[in-house]
Nanobody, 111 residues
Framework: QVQLVESGGGLVQPGGSLRLSCTAA????????VHWYRQAPGKQREFVAR???????SYTDSLKGRFTISRDSAKSSVYLQMHSLKSEDTAVYFC?????WGQGIQVTVSS
């Protein structure tokens, strides 16, 4: 079974950027879509972005233009590049594929 490990989170000031990574261990992403979700305190987990095996991305409408998802199949990694971060982007970000969730990684946007 694939295991997912997220990295790259942390504290960033409003307007800053972060790149999250999701790396598959034990198996590769292969021909599966990989998703990013996030969960803010007191809120439900919400869809952020998805990338298909052919590299085609999709995003939740409110994040288009600020977030970019990409994948490096050779490294079994998927990335989420986040720009112009806002306080409302503060959340735990999760990677998801093949019915498996990563452990999540905290992103905090604050001055």
């Amino acid at each position: 079974q694939v295991q997912l490990v997220e990295s790259g989170g942390g504290l960033v000031q409003p307007g800053g950027s972060l790149r999250l990574s999701c790396t598959a261990a034990g198996s590769k992403f292969g021909s599966y879509a990989v998703h990013w979700y996030r969960q803010a305190p007191g809120k439900q987990r919400e869809f952020v972005a998805r990338i298909l095996p052919n590299g085609a991305p999709s995003y939740t409408d409110s994040l288009k233009g600020r977030f970019t998802i990409s994948r490096d199949s050779a490294k079994s990694s998927v990335y989420l590049q986040m720009h112009s971060l806002k306080s409302e982007d503060t959340a735990v970000y999760f990677c998801y594929t093949r019915n498996v969730w990563g452990q999540g990684i905290q992103v905090t946007v604050s001055s």
